[in-house]
Nanobody, 125 residues
Framework: VQLQASGGGSVQAGGYLRLSCAAAGGIFSRFDMAWFRQAPGKEREFVGAINWSDSTTVYADSVKGRFTISRDNAKNTVYLQMNSLEPEDTAAYYC???????????????????WGQGTQVTVSS
């Protein structure tokens, strides 16, 4: 499976961005997918995930109510709509596909097998 993330950029606080993650080479529609982010000097952080079967979503508390994950299985693409961006959201954002052995919709990066290359989001105050 190959993942290609795109849509990052620089915005002012309060602005919005929409990230996309296109998957190729695998059965995308049968796996949960997630977004993580990593700021310089910090550990990779769970942002949110979407269930493969019913598109149920879960989010980190820090983004709940501001970010929305969706997926289009026909296009093998998952999206992250980010509204009301804050400087604290500045990070490289990564999409990931869960391991076949993962249970539920995991939040740990250790439960994800394939990763995109990351797309940078910078929010200025």
């Amino acid at each position: 499976v190959q993942l290609q993330a795109s849509g990052g950029g620089s915005v002012q606080a309060g602005g919005y961005l929409r990230l996309s993650c296109a998957a190729a080479g695998g059965i995308f529609s049968r796996f949960d997918m997630a977004w993580f982010r990593q700021a310089p000097g910090k550990e990779r952080e769970f942002v949110g995930a979407i269930n493969w079967s019913d598109s149920t979503t879960v989010y980190a508390d820090s983004v709940k109510g501001r970010f929305t994950i969706s997926r289009d299985n026909a296009k093998n693409t998952v999206y992250l709509q980010m509204n009301s961006l804050e400087p604290e959201d500045t990070a490289a954002y990564y999409c990931a596909v869960e391991k076949a052995t993962a249970r539920g919709t995991p939040r740990s990066p250790n439960e994800y097998a394939f990763w995109g290359q990351g797309t940078q989001v910078t929010v200025s105050s």
